[in-house]
T-cell receptor, first 113, second 114 residues
Framework: DAKTTQPTSMDCAEGRAANLPCNHSTISGNEYVYWYRQIHSQGPQYIIHGLKNNETNEMASLIITEDRKSSTLILPHATLRDTAVYYC??????????????FGGGTRLMVKP | NAGVTQTPKFRVLKTGQSMTLLCAQD?????MYWYRQDPGMGLRLIHYSVGEGTTAKGEVPDGYNVSRLKKQNFLLGLESAAPSQTSVYFC?????????????FGPGTRLTVL
């Protein structure tokens, strides 16, 4: 799986959009970009994933650059409950090699009142 | 749907004791996984299963055994607990489909080995 680079931490004002960047310059053509988050003391939670098109669901939007070397997760109206560590993971979906998720350092997002 | 549930939520063991952690999912997922997470660290895969009756080793399998007798359950056993196994254990499950194999996690079991 391709390596990712994320900022260590970010702050965001409550009610504003949170834009979390991720660099994955060595991504392969069959690798997807996944985002998970982990709220303190809880299990990781899936947010969204995409291959090359932008994606949106009820939680967030995922913007992938045309060359696929970077992406941005957007939480449109951040709330205090969005405070968590956000992980960007690049992997081949449906990979037979155990399907394990490799979590790097992630970005610690602090949403402030 | 309850999703993925884990029992117990907390446990304290003495060195050398044994225990079994239970993971259950009601989403009819084929794949199930056991991870451990040490303080300030990412998740590491212990064992996984691609279907009923099958298991395989992950990244850190030593000291653990697993069984998947029923599709909905995945058990993690510690035969002789060691302080190095103090950790938070997460179970996860997923469908296996090309292009989407999102993993859904349980709430975790906090294990302390004294």
């Amino acid at each position: 799986d391709a390596k990712t680079t994320q900022p260590t931490s970010m702050d965001c004002a409550e009610g504003r959009a949170a834009n979390l960047p991720c660099n994955h310059s060595t991504i392969s053509g069959n690798e997807y970009v996944y985002w998970y988050r982990q709220i303190h003391s809880q299990g990781p939670q899936y947010i969204i994933h995409g291959l090359k098109n932008n994606e949106t669901n009820e939680m967030a939007s995922l913007i992938i650059t045309e060359d696929r070397k970077s992406s941005t997760l957007i939480l449109p109206h951040a709330t205090l409950r969005d405070t968590a560590v956000y992980y960007c993971i690049v992997r081949v979906a449906g990979n037979n090699a155990g399907n394990m998720l490799t979590f790097g350092g992630g970005t610690r997002l602090m949403v402030k009142p | 749907n309850a999703g993925v549930t884990q029992t117990p939520k907390f446990r304290v063991l003495k060195t050398g004791q044994s225990m079994t952690l239970l993971c259950a999912q009601d989403m009819n997922h084929e794949y199930m996984y056991w991870y451990r997470q040490d303080p300030g660290m990412g998740l590491r895969l212990i064992h996984y299963s691609v279907g009923e009756g099958t298991t395989a080793k992950g990244e850190v399998p030593d000291g653990y055994n697993v069984s998947r007798l029923k599709k909905q359950n995945f058990l993690l056993g510690l035969e002789s607990a060691a302080p190095s196994q103090t950790s938070v254990y997460f179970c996860a499950s997923s469908l296996y489909r090309v292009g989407t194999d999102t993993q859904y996690f349980g709430p975790g079991t906090r294990l302390t080995v004294l």
